[in-house]
Nanobody, 124 residues
Framework: QVQLVESGGGLVQAGGSLRLSCAASGRTFSTYAMAWFRQAPGKEREFVAAISWSGGSTYYTDSVKGRFTISRDNAKNTVYLEMNNLKAEDTAVYYC?????????????????WGQGTQVTVSS
């Protein structure tokens, strides 16, 4: 069982930056691939970024490539999402998710555990 708690969301102007954190409970964090998803009002949840259990492999949706960076610190049981040059279209609730096994995935149904979400609002 893994519990995930996101933090770091907030209101920022377009072009600004935020760093989201997701703290995981349990001793087996390093055996889970992790990802960030987001859901904007009136839209379906979408994949943002994923990282393998070792941190050696990452993947991003096209709209955030070059602006967002996913990373993890297995000693601290935490995964991060560094978001730069934010745009109004990045406004959404951001969710952290954990998937058993080493390999990252872009599919939400492969993720076993989810956090409660953190709101990111970008004003234009």
């Amino acid at each position: 069982q893994v519990q995930l708690v996101e933090s770091g969301g907030g209101l920022v102007q377009a072009g600004g930056s935020l760093r989201l954190s997701c703290a995981a409970s349990g001793r087996t964090f390093s055996t889970y691939a992790m990802a960030w998803f987001r859901q904007a009002p009136g839209k379906e949840r979408e994949f943002v970024a994923a990282i393998s259990w070792s941190g050696g492999s990452t993947y991003y949706t096209d709209s955030v490539k070059g602006r967002f960076t996913i990373s993890r610190d297995n000693a601290k049981n935490t995964v991060y999402l560094e978001m730069n040059n934010l745009k109004a279209e990045d406004t959404a609730v951001y969710y952290c998710a954990a998937k058993s096994g080493p390999h990252r995935s872009t599919y939400d149904w492969e993720y076993n555990y989810w956090g409660q979400g953190t709101q990111v609002t970008v004003s234009s």
